[in-house]
């Protein structure tokens, strides 16, 4: 699969082949040899073809290799702050969103290789370059039709028959054979970038400086977050596929060596590739010997076979980079998730018509601000106050038991309970439920057992109720709390004359009563 991919990736990026497979195998023997799962194959990402072509298109391929490198450590630094575990914070229907939406951009970049078109210009948006291609459709080439067709087929159709067989390399080179022998008059790789290099070049770092450093940086970051979603997915899925278990800063600090070394080597930003990682597992890889054995022969083949792949038309590869997207685009999670939920809905086409019609980090931006924004909503929603109430005098087994005001022992004496995550989002309706009911009563108890956590803003809700109750005679007693949550309250004032910490309801109820006693 790398030797195709890696070759497609970099052509539908604006850069010579030799590109993704320096990176294929620099980046690959690195992120198997040092990385955090045992099973990961690393290598070009069709998800990056976007972001690698922008870059290229902005600050030229030096620019792109400088990029490369600092995104690389980034990575190993986010590695080695341990930042590896909030990565699984992004919610999946951003991540669904944005590989869906890479998808639709990556099949109509390859519009006019997999038809053939001579085209002055492509554009750089989406709805450009379907009014280019539009405009080009006259010079349509039959005989690319065919051959990008035909390398569809062929990879489906051993996907089928024989799921074992490298389909994507068996489909290039059956289309190779047919334009040679066929004199089919197609673009190859050889007719547009030249004779393939034998060998790695030396390593060197890209020309720097102020400028072009300060243009990378926004790109290294892409890169970057990219990098580190699409890597630890793909490990993720190692190990449902194997029952083991990544470790993922090591994981981030592997990828970013990799990406240094592969930019110093003239490669492209890698990542943990999931087709290639899942392929890896399935053909019955043990460890990461080989992922970086895959790398080795990469190089093999290179050094050995490089004239042939001058021959690989250029439809052919556009066929193996449709077959990518079609996989990418997910879907049927994607109908699952339109169905899921209004608020996973919206995550959703937000994060991939922004990916679509922007760009992708304002796609995985906007869909991470506003999945957030409706987990705060989902979380303040749950939070609620229930009545929670006193049991017959000795018996206090069960101090879940629901509240009936007419079975209170004494009417001012009121207990509730708060349950849910008391936080900022639900700091404000919680805090006016709060007022009501301590309004007429001597004594308010508030449970706190079933509060996971509670936040400044909750906090201060409590002292500021406890202020005011104290100003009208109403003493209030708060059960159930953790020394955490005492903590963060005393922090913000809920404490003194007007307010008493007790064990449990009971201690709680028994205090009250001997006061008014």
Same mark, same amino acid.
């Given at each position: 699969?790398?030797?195709?991919?890696?070759?497609?990736?970099?052509? @539908?990026?604006?850069?010579?082949?030799?590109?993704?497979?320096?990176? @294929?195998? *620099?980046?690959?023997?690195?992120?198997?040899?040092?990385?955090?799962?045992?099973?990961?194959?690393?290598?070009?990402?069709?998800?990056?073809?976007?972001?690698?072509?922008?870059? *290229?298109?902005?600050?030229?391929?030096?620019?792109?290799?400088?990029?490369?490198?600092?995104?690389?450590?980034?990575?190993?630094?986010?590695?080695?702050? =341990?930042?590896?575990? +909030?990565?699984?914070?992004?919610? +999946?229907?951003?991540?669904?969103?944005?590989?869906?939406?890479?998808?639709?951009?990556?099949?109509?970049?390859?519009?006019?290789?997999?038809?053939?078109?001579?085209?002055?210009?492509?554009?750089?948006?989406?709805?450009? =370059?379907?009014?280019?291609?539009?405009?080009?459709?006259?010079?349509?080439?039959? @005989?690319?039709?065919?051959?990008?067709?035909?390398?569809?087929?062929?990879?489906?159709?051993?996907?089928?028959?024989?799921?074992?067989?490298?389909?994507?390399?068996?489909?290039?080179?059956?289309?190779?054979?047919?334009?040679?022998?066929?004199?089919?008059?197609?673009?190859?790789?050889?007719?547009?970038?030249?004779?393939?290099?034998?060998?790695?070049?030396?390593?060197?770092?890209?020309? /720097?400086?102020?400028?072009?450093?300060?243009?990378?940086?926004?790109?290294?970051?892409?890169?970057?977050?990219?990098?580190?979603?699409?890597?630890?997915?793909?490990?993720?899925?190692?190990?449902?596929?194997?029952?083991?278990?990544?470790?993922?800063?090591?994981?981030?600090?592997?990828?970013?060596?990799?990406?240094?070394?592969?930019?110093?080597?003239?490669?492209?930003?890698?990542?943990?590739?999931?087709?290639?990682?899942?392929?890896?597992?399935?053909?019955?890889?043990?460890?990461?010997?080989?992922?970086?054995?895959?790398?080795?022969?990469?190089?093999?083949?290179?050094?050995?076979?490089?004239?042939?792949?001058?021959?690989?038309?250029?439809?052919?590869?556009?066929? /193996?980079?449709?077959?990518?997207?079609?996989?990418?685009?997910?879907? @049927?999670?994607?109908?699952?998730?339109?169905?899921?939920?209004?608020?996973?809905?919206?995550?959703?086409?937000?994060?991939?018509?922004?990916?679509?019609?922007?760009?992708?980090?304002?796609?995985? *931006?906007?869909?991470?601000?506003?999945?957030?924004?409706?987990?705060?909503?989902?979380?303040?929603?749950?939070?609620?106050?229930?009545?929670?109430?006193?049991? *017959?005098?000795?018996?206090?087994?069960?101090?879940?038991?629901? +509240?009936?005001?007419?079975?209170?022992?004494?009417?001012?004496?009121?207990? +509730?309970?708060?349950?849910?995550?008391?936080?900022?989002?639900?700091?404000?309706?919680?805090?006016?439920?709060?007022?009501?009911?301590?309004?007429?009563?001597?004594?308010?108890?508030?449970?706190?057992?079933? /509060?996971?956590?509670?936040?400044?803003?909750?906090?201060?809700?409590?002292?500021?109720?406890?202020?005011?109750?104290?100003?009208?005679?109403?003493?209030?007693?708060?059960?159930?709390?953790?020394?955490?949550?005492?903590?963060?309250?005393?922090? /913000?004032?809920?404490?003194?004359?007007?307010?008493?910490?007790?064990?449990?309801?009971?201690?709680?109820?028994?205090?009250?009563?001997?006061?008014?006693?």
């Amino acid at each position: 699969m790398a030797l195709p991919l890696s070759m497609a990736i970099a052509i @539908a990026s604006g850069l010579p082949p030799q590109h993704g497979l320096f990176a @294929a195998i *620099v980046g690959g023997f690195l992120v198997s040899a040092l990385g955090g799962s045992r099973f990961q194959v690393g290598g070009p990402a069709g998800a990056f073809i976007v972001l690698v072509g922008a870059a *290229v298109a902005d600050i030229g391929v030096a620019g792109m290799l400088l990029a490369t490198i600092l995104s690389g450590a980034m990575l190993a630094g986010a590695g080695l702050f =341990r930042l590896g575990t +909030y990565i699984k914070f992004i919610p +999946y229907p951003v991540t669904v969103g944005f590989t869906a939406g890479i998808a639709v951009i990556i099949l109509v970049s390859q519009l006019p290789a997999l038809l053939g078109l001579s085209m002055a210009s492509e554009g750089s948006e989406v709805i450009e =370059r379907l009014v280019h291609v539009q405009a080009a459709l006259g010079t349509l080439t039959p @005989a690319a039709v065919g051959l990008s067709l035909g390398t569809i087929a062929v990879i489906q159709g051993l996907k089928r028959l024989a799921p074992r067989a490298p389909g994507m390399l068996i489909a290039i080179g059956l289309a190779a054979l047919a334009a040679a022998l066929g004199g089919l008059p197609v673009e190859t790789v050889a007719s547009r970038f030249g004779d393939l290099p034998r060998a790695l070049p030396a390593p060197s770092l890209p020309p /720097v400086d102020a400028a072009l450093l300060l243009a990378a940086l926004p790109y290294a970051f892409s890169f970057a977050l990219l990098g580190a979603i699409e890597s630890l997915l793909s490990a993720v899925v190692a190990d449902g596929m194997t029952g083991r278990r990544h470790r993922s800063n090591a994981e981030l600090v592997a990828q970013g060596i990799a990406n240094i070394a592969a930019g110093f080597f003239g490669g492209m930003c890698v990542t943990g590739t999931i087709a290639r990682t899942a392929t890896n597992v399935r053909a019955g890889s043990r460890g990461p010997v080989s992922g970086m054995l895959h790398a080795l022969f990469l190089a093999l083949t290179l050094a050995a076979a490089a004239p042939l792949a001058g021959h690989i038309p250029l439809a052919a590869l556009a066929g /193996v980079l449709a077959v990518v997207a079609w996989n990418m685009a997910e879907r @049927a999670e994607f109908a699952a998730l339109l169905r899921a939920s209004r608020g996973d809905a919206v995550v959703l086409l937000a994060t991939f018509l922004l990916t679509v019609f922007r760009d992708l980090t304002a796609g995985i *931006v906007a869909g991470f601000a506003l999945g957030g924004l409706i987990f705060i909503k989902r979380m303040a929603d749950a939070a609620r106050v229930e009545s929670r109430g006193p049991l *017959v005098p000795g018996d206090r087994a069960d101090e879940t038991a629901p +509240y009936d005001p007419s079975e209170a022992g004494d009417e001012g004496i009121v207990v +509730y309970r708060i349950k849910g995550a008391f936080f900022f989002g639900a700091a404000a309706s919680i805090g006016a439920v709060l007022e009501r009911i301590a309004d007429g009563a001597r004594t308010f108890v508030l449970d706190l057992s079933e /509060v996971p956590f509670i936040d400044s803003s909750g906090a201060r809700v409590i002292a500021g109720l406890a202020r005011r109750s104290e100003r009208r005679g109403i003493r209030v007693c708060l059960t159930g709390w953790t020394p955490e949550m005492r903590d963060t309250l005393e922090r /913000v004032g809920a404490k003194g004359s007007g307010i008493s910490y007790m064990r449990d309801v009971g201690q709680a109820l028994d205090a009250a009563r001997a006061t008014e006693s």
